[in-house]
């Protein structure tokens, strides 16, 4: 693929897709990677880590968008694909006990 409209809603369902399972989980994120794989079977990835979880879509979106923006080039695209890590739930949290 190489228009990049398309590759822009490629992109947007992605986030949805991952956002849908982070809401499903009940978690929050805090590193977003982003993968693609260009004609060639160049594979680049680059990661963005957020200082705070959070489980904002539009967050998703910025930082997909702007990780993306810095990857694509003037070849032709083969795969995309967006990875979340870094979680955590919010009842995970430790609490202290006073004895």
């Not at 004609?39 to 959070?54: A, D, E, K, P, V």
Request: with cysteine.
């Amino acid at each position: 693929m190489d228009d990049p409209d398309l590759i822009t809603v490629t992109i947007d369902t992605l986030a949805e897709e991952v956002y849908s399972g982070l809401v499903l989980e009940n978690l929050s994120f805090r590193t977003l990677t982003i993968k693609v794989r260009f004609q060639g079977f160049i594979t680049r990835t680059h990661t963005c880590t957020l200082s705070h979880y959070t489980r904002k879509k539009e967050m998703l979106r910025i930082c997909a968008h702007s990780l993306l923006r810095e990857m694509i080039e003037d070849r032709k695209v083969r795969l995309l694909g967006i990875r979340l890590s870094s979680f955590e739930k919010p009842d995970a949290r430790q609490m202290t006990l006073d004895l």
